[in-house]
């Protein structure tokens, strides 16, 4: 795709959440803008596979530890949440703090830096 081509389904999306925005409120404005935009990144991403895996350095290896991250930090706020009955917030915070102390480890201790 094309920049232009970008250019114009990101500004129509916004202008289709602009519209659900007025006439079914304003959260749903925003979730509808969000979607469609994180929808088109996606589809233009895997359109340039290759580009963007070679502008991130993108490994294998790599790929497997950020999701891991995002695993874990999953994982822990469910745990805190339903185990330690911690609120929302904090339990998000306290999640990605501790799966990032996790991920910081690893990358440090890894002789291969992924």
Known sequence: MRCTSCGWLLGS???????????????????????LSLALTFVWAAMNLETVKDSLGASPQKITSWLMFVLLTILFYVIFTVTFQFPSAGSLILATITAGFGWWS?????????
């Open 13 to 35: 999306s916004l202008v289709i959440a602009i519209v659900v925005g007025i006439l079914h409120g304003m959260m749903n404005g925003f979730w509808t803008g969000l979607g």
């Open 106 to 114: 690893y990358y440090t201790l890894e002789p291969a830096k992924a």
